[in-house]
């Protein structure tokens, strides 16, 4: 089957990830774990990256990854930037930077939808209690939809992929660095700054096909030992 384009897939990408984030269309969004859960989340994997944060010539690439695709961060107004000027980007961006916004999108709608299942089931299950590993893992099981875990891992291992091939490129950093006045005039100082980060990064990283595939295959066994209710989900490096 053909890869759907990225500037057909990026409509339809916001819309949903619009309505999942309006508390009036998704109250789920208003449960007092959800935050909680966020902030687990993301200190989980701080904690599974500190081989990465260590590395002088890793971490720019790993607080890339924790900051702006995979932590917790609001980036409604990057969406919102996006969703406003989007007939502008189908024109003028690069398919490649089109296809890290893209997955990068498709990424925040997957990760909202999970954890507002989450929320859902970890508000009565912990009864005011924290989050600790063995909760987290239980409410995982239930929620399950292990195709949309993996799903949610290949994106970040694609964003990473793209991204690397769009740093070998003189002309698209070209492109970058020219657009960056008239992207924020055009109301896209969020998506530029986004792109700008993952750019700098990566340069910084050099060869990113080891990183990407160590994350990829890292995330993926900590999703199956999460399924398989093994007692370190965690443990993988």
Request: aromatic fraction near 6%.
């Amino acid at each position: 089957m053909p890869r759907v384009l990225a500037k057909d897939r990026l409509g339809s990408l916001l819309a949903a990830n619009r309505r999942l984030h309006d508390p009036a269309l998704e109250p789920r969004n208003r449960l007092p774990v959800l935050r909680a859960l966020r902030r687990w989340q993301a200190a989980r994997l701080r904690e599974s990256f500190a081989d990465f944060l260590a590395s002088p010539a890793q971490r720019p690439a790993a607080e890339f990854f924790l900051s702006d695709l995979y932590g917790d961060i609001d980036v409604s107004q990057r969406d919102r930037d996006v969703e406003r000027v989007l007939p502008l980007m189908r024109r003028v961006l690069p398919a490649r930077l089109l296809d890290v916004a893209a997955d990068a999108i498709e990424l925040a709608v997957l990760s909202q939808a999970f954890d507002l299942r989450m929320a859902e089931v970890l508000e009565p299950a912990l009864g005011g209690a924290p989050i600790d590993t063995a909760a987290y893992a239980q409410a995982y099981r239930k929620v399950g939809c292990p195709r949309l875990r993996r799903r949610q891992v290949m994106l970040i291992h694609g964003i990473g992929v793209d991204l690397e091939r769009a740093v070998s490129s003189p002309t698209i950093a070209a492109l970058l660095r020219l657009s960056r006045g008239p992207a924020r005039a055009a109301g896209l100082a969020e998506l530029q700054g986004f792109l700008e980060r993952g750019f700098a990064a990566f340069r910084a990283l050099g060869s990113a096909s080891a990183f990407v595939e160590e994350i990829a295959r890292r995330e993926l066994e900590v999703s199956r030992r999460l399924f398989a209710g093994h007692p370190r989900p965690f443990a993988v490096r």
